[in-house]
């Protein structure tokens, strides 16, 4: 920390404890972070972070972009962040979505990033109301990545429903499928692409292990193989059967629209 100090860097620095445990002290004060808890420190003073076992996760932010945030920033550094605390678990979601596509290499879609994130270090931070079901442009993109996240890791559930998904985020279902409308998609067309892009994958694999077709449907989480079969067509143009290539060629499926993602990155307000 005193290379920053001496580089005049003021900037707001939030550290995360990944699995793992790490101790921290700035301006007097120690503490001892565990998994998934996190702090704020003051690049602009002595600070020293101890390693107990894992790794760290930090952040560097303009002291500038939080000082129009956040009332006394300095008076918040070296505070325990709990894990349970919402904004902190929504900015996560957040910026791990903002990294996997790599949206940052792009002007407008970064300035809406950057702002996003300042936006969620700084309730983070402070000690900000519940966040409910707001329609701040910050708390809606991260929370449809949360979303997202959710429906990534359950999709393969047969009756994955909205309710269920929402009562995972702590949120309305109604909420829900708004903020999914606020990209252009709906739940059941969200689950149903991830299911159909599982399934073309499978199948491009099963004239090596034989797999049924109904067997892979199965396993995707339709519970209708008619169903399934219906929507492998409109969405590939070709039967499950037929997705195979008769000399024994995989085809191609189409990839799914990455529009979507740059859309949730920097949506601005969900419809009323």
Do not use: W
């Amino acid at each position: 920390m005193r290379t920053s100090v001496a580089d005049g860097d003021d900037s707001i620095g939030l550290i995360v404890s990944l699995p793992g445990k790490s101790r921290l002290s700035q301006r007097g004060r120690d503490i001892k972070l565990c998994a998934g808890e996190a702090t704020s420190i003051l690049h602009s003073e002595p600070a020293t972070v101890t390693y107990i076992d894992g790794i760290l996760f930090g952040l560097a932010v303009p002291r500038e972009a939080l000082a129009q945030r956040v009332t006394d920033i300095e008076s918040l550094a070296i505070r325990p962040i709990p894990q349970r605390n919402e904004a902190l678990r929504l900015l996560m979601a957040y910026l791990k979505s903002a990294f996997k596509e790599g949206p940052l290499a792009r002007p407008k879609l970064r300035d809406a990033v950057v702002a996003h994130t300042c936006d969620l270090v700084a309730l983070a931070v402070s000690e900000c109301a519940p966040l409910g079901e707001s329609d701040a442009s910050a708390i809606v993109a991260a929370r449809h990545s949360a979303v997202l996240d959710c429906i990534a890791a359950h999709f393969q559930k047969p009756g994955l429903s909205v309710e269920e998904v929402a009562h995972r985020q702590g949120i309305s279902p109604r909420y829900l499928q708004r903020l999914m409308a606020s990209s252009g998609s709906s739940f059941t067309g969200h689950v149903n692409e991830l299911r159909l892009q599982l399934a073309s994958k499978l199948l491009t694999e099963a004239r090596v292990s034989a797999q049924l077709i109904s067997d892979i449907a199965l396993e995707v989480g339709f519970s209708d193989v008619s169903h399934f079969n219906r929507l492998f067509r409109a969405r590939f143009g070709d039967s499950p059967r037929g997705f195979v290539t008769p000399a024994g060629i995989p085809a191609e499926p189409p990839a799914p629209d990455r529009r979507v993602r740059d859309i949730l990155l920097a949506n601005v307000r969900i419809p009323a």
